[in-house]
């Protein structure tokens, strides 16, 4: 029997209270009275803004929702597909328990090297594992001796094996664990049927997966490129 989802937005059935709409305006608002940057963060996105790949770091609201998640349901072991240059690693590793552990996956060394300088810096590299190497080799190797072992996984990686790192990461994290996935709004392409690009196309048919999902709880956050939350059942 297939889930009793809601109708498709139409004339005749507009939210009443949708999300607003953020321009320039009041995105510099929003910065202003909600994110606390730390100053090592603040020079990690400053040093990234220097490589012409900069539009891949996330933005500081987003890491700073990442941090919150994290202290508020303080996992012991967190999983992490496409580190970058590491603002989001270094967000959730200065956030999370004193006892937990997180494990960081990047196939480029020069990211996982900047990457690392700045969780050295903030003296929580002791309870960071990085893996430099292709994110789906690395997740297979895992199983089935790691299934269901991980409280916490957030995926930003390449998106031509994005399906295969959600139903990956689904065996990986335990019941009740949450699981966020980067860029599933996709610069808005998603909505525009212009737009037939591969990548377009794979982050459509995720959300797509995810939505009809009956394993899972969701909510998709317009937030940076768009925010998938996740919670398995």
């Not at 933005?59 to 929702?65: F, K």
């Not at 893996?131 to 996984?153: G, M, N, Q, T």
Request: overall charge negative; hydrophobic content about 40%.
């Amino acid at each position: 029997m297939l889930p009793n989802f809601p109708k498709p937005v139409s004339e005749d059935n507009k939210p009443v209270n949708r999300t607003v709409k953020l321009d320039d305006r009041l995105y510099q608002y929003l910065l202003d009275v909600s994110v606390r940057e730390s100053d090592l963060l603040n020079a990690l996105r400053r040093e990234t803004a220097q490589y012409h790949m900069a539009r891949m770091q996330l933005s500081p609201e987003v890491g700073q929702l990442l941090s919150l998640l994290v202290k508020m349901q303080a996992p012991k072991k967190l999983l992490e597909i496409g580190v970058f240059t590491g603002y989001s690693t270094l967000s959730m590793a200065t956030a999370m328990p004193k006892d937990a552990s997180l494990i960081a996956i990047e196939k480029k060394q020069m990211w996982l090297d900047i990457a690392t300088r700045y969780l050295e810096q903030a003296g929580v590299m002791d309870r960071v594992t990085t893996y430099c190497d292709k994110a789906l080799s690395v997740l297979e190797s895992f199983l089935p001796a790691e299934r269901e072992s991980f409280d916490f996984i957030f995926i930003d990686a390449d998106k031509r094996n994005l399906l295969a790192y959600y139903h990956l990461a689904k065996q990986l994290l335990r019941p009740g664990g949450c699981l966020l996935i980067d860029n599933t709004l996709w610069w808005g392409n998603v909505a525009d049927s212009a737009f037939t690009d591969r990548d377009t196309q794979i982050v459509r048919e995720l959300n797509k997966t995810i939505h009809a999902d009956e394993e899972v709880e969701l909510s998709l956050i317009p937030i940076g490129d768009g925010l998938t939350l996740v919670r398995k059942n």
